[in-house]
């Protein structure tokens, strides 16, 4: 794995991380859900409990990456009157007094209709650090991506097992901040099993990339995020979480903490243990 040391949150935690021979957990949130407030009070929640990159999505009426449960928040989020402007708002609020790196999750038309080149700036001054744009293919990126690397602000790359060499070897190419893996051809959703075949995929995705490489969609539990820390730098837990804020609405004592309670376990399962001969188990797939 390459560091490139920028200005950049993503950068410094994933160097900061990979000093510890640590993965680092990505945590997701729909923007909105409950409401603003709400997610603001759960961005400082999720970063004391060990979350270290947080995705904030932006609803959208048309998710089509998003099962049913993201799906539901986006019409809870929505139903509140976030959108793009207010979530960038919501940033310029929580960086008062949180530097944990933040990521925006949004569909390209949202972005579009704010304006391409109004979205780059007013996501680099708000305090975003990435953005991940799941519809936009690769090869279509290229007025958005130089727009946000002049403000400095990473475009998220994401690839699928579906992926061939050829595009995986154009991502390589890039400076992301990191590489969001999809584990499977499919949506978002909490699942009891991880996909067949993922730990191929991560690995031949690892042969040719050299920045961080996170994992997400199915992951819901402290068990399969362990399994997969051979294979990434980092794993992405979404609908598992979101999940809860369905569960608990606005009873907000208990909703933050069983938030805590679960990133907290899910963070220590990122962490390496000794092997008893120096290495580390998170290093070493055949002691998972």
């Known amino acids: 794995m390459t560091i490139r040391l920028t200005n950049n949150r993503i950068d410094r935690k994933f160097a900061a991380l990979a000093e510890k021979e640590e993965k680092a957990l990505i945590t997701y949130v729909m923007a909105g859900d409950p409401d603003l407030e709400v997610t603001a009070a759960l961005i400082r929640t999720l970063a004391r409990s060990g979350a270290d990159l947080i995705e904030l999505g932006a609803p959208f009426s048309d998710p089509l990456a998003d099962g049913p449960a993201i799906q539901r928040a986006g019409q809870r989020a929505l139903a509140a009157g976030a959108n793009l402007a207010a979530i960038l708002n919501l940033v ?38 990435g953005v991940i744009l799941p519809d936009l293919p690769l090869e279509e990126s290229g007025r958005i991506l130089q727009l946000l690397e002049d403000q400095a602000v990473h475009l998220v790359p994401l690839l699928a097992p579906t992926s061939t060499d050829d595009k995986i070897n154009r991502v390589a190419q890039g400076n992301n901040g990191f590489v969001y893996c999809v584990s499977l051809t499919g949506v978002t959703g ?11 995929f991560l690995q031949r995705v690892r042969r040719q990339i050299k920045q961080p490489v996170a994992v997400g969609f199915g992951i819901s539990n402290p068990q399969q995020a362990r399994k997969l820390t051979p294979y990434a730098d980092g794993v992405i837990v979404g609908s598992a979480i979101v999940n809860l804020i369905e569960k608990y609405g606005r009873e907000i004592s208990r909703l933050e903490a069983e938030i805590s309670q679960f990133v907290g376990t899910l963070k220590e399962s990122l ?5 008893g001969d120096g290495s580390s188990i998170l290093a070493n797939p055949e002691a998972i």
Not at 191 to 200: H, S, T
Not at 271 to 275: C, V
């Open 92 to 129: 310029r609020q929580v960086r008062e007094d949180t530097d944990v790196p933040l990521v925006i999750m949004s569909y390209f038309n949202p972005v579009l209709q704010f304006g391409l080149q109004e979205f780059a700036a007013g996501a680099a001054e708000a305090g975003v650090d």
């Open 190 to 200: 909490t699942r009891e099993n991880l996909p067949a075949g993922v730990e191929l």
């Open 271 to 275: 962490k390496p243990e000794d092997n």
